[in-house]
């Protein structure tokens, strides 16, 4: 969802939107697979601990071409996944690639019914225009059945080298990132019930030893990126 709201601006880099990646991400000495697995490892850790062990039903929302499903697939097994992306192209790659492993459909496309046990939400947010993101987050909301969750991650604006980052992809270079506080009050004000907000990828590969520390840094904001978890209320 880019920040010009054109739905067809990904278009032009479906076919190119890992090398992208790739190319900004070199200065961590890491690949995009790593940070994806990386995410939705943690993810499905922290609603386990929760107690949130058969979820069935999972939307990777701002899906682009797919490459998120291959882990979401490992981490809960038992989901029908479905990606969701306003970009007609990237969805086309994606079912080109993953169809085996999820269903895929623009996000304009999908009825709103209150389903969903789980939203896994990355780097998307911050392509939304800040006058469009409350719509964005009550559509989520909407779609996610009573006590189901959202967990949005997004580039934390408070590491610096994560705007360098930003700067060496192309459809990054323009976006508006979102402060922690701020993505937690946009989720709130969305009726969203907020769990917490940790933070991840405080080192680059050159520093791999190190990484056995981040559990004990989840909450001081300097990872490279963040989620919010939050869910949707029960019915009471």
Known sequence: MPARDNHAFFDDYAGVYEDACQH?????????EFFA??????????LEALGERDITRVVDFGCGVGSGVTFLREAFPLARIL??????TSIE???????????????????????E???????????????????????????????GHLALWENNPWNPGTRLVMRRIPFDRDAIPLPPPETRQLLADAGFEVVGTRYRFYFPRQLWMLRGLERFGERIPLGAQYCVLARRPPVT
Do not use: M, Q
């Open 83 to 88: 990606g969701l992306d306003p970009s007609i």
């Open 117 to 147: 046990g789980l939203v896994y939400c990355n780097s998307v947010f911050h392509h939304i225009p800040p006058e469009s993101r409350p719509r964005a987050a009550g559509r989520i909301l909407r779609i996610l059945k009573p006590g």
């Open 37 to 46: 697995s990386g995410r939705i490892n943690y993810t499905a850790r922290w």
């Open 93 to 115: 790659r994606a079912r080109g690639r993953f169809g085996d492993l999820a269903s895929f459909a623009l996000v304009d496309d999908h009825a709103e019914e209150a389903t």
């Open 24 to 32: 900004g991400l070199r200065l961590s000495g890491e690949s995009v």
